[in-house]
Nanobody
């Protein structure tokens, strides 16, 4: 069973920052590609960023330069630091394994329960 637990979502004003956390098992953390996806309004899952087991990271163009992934080996945790948040970043954020995307929408093999981010004045 793949366990992924997200936390850190909150309501912030535009320009604010949040750090999301995703805690998983040591095995998943060390061997799997972990992807952050988000669901905005009634839309499907959107790819945000991901980290590979080799610690490389990639970001969607819409968040590049504002979001940053980091890893804590001691906690098997992946963090998503989100800066300069915009209203369009509002959504439920999930960390996931086995994400595959097509046409801007994604499916996942497993994901957590999600954490809600609201950006508004």
């Amino acid at each position: 069973e793949v366990r992924l637990v997200e936390s850190g979502g909150d309501s912030v004003q535009p320009g604010g920052s949040l750090r999301l956390s995703c805690v998983t098992s040591e095995y998943i953390f060390s061997n799997y590609r972990i992807t952050w996806v988000r669901q905005r309004s009634e839309k499907g899952l959107e790819w945000v960023a991901e980290t590979q087991s080799d610690v490389s990271t990639t970001y969607a163009e819409s968040v590049k330069g504002r979001f940053e992934i980091s890893r804590d080996n001691s906690k098997s945790a992946i963090y998503l630091q989100m800066n300069d948040l915009k209203p369009e970043d509002t959504g439920i954020y999930y960390c996931a394994t086995g994400a595959w995307c097509r046409g801007g929408l994604c499916n996942t093999a497993a994901r957590g329960q999600g954490t809600k981010v609201t950006v508004s004045t």
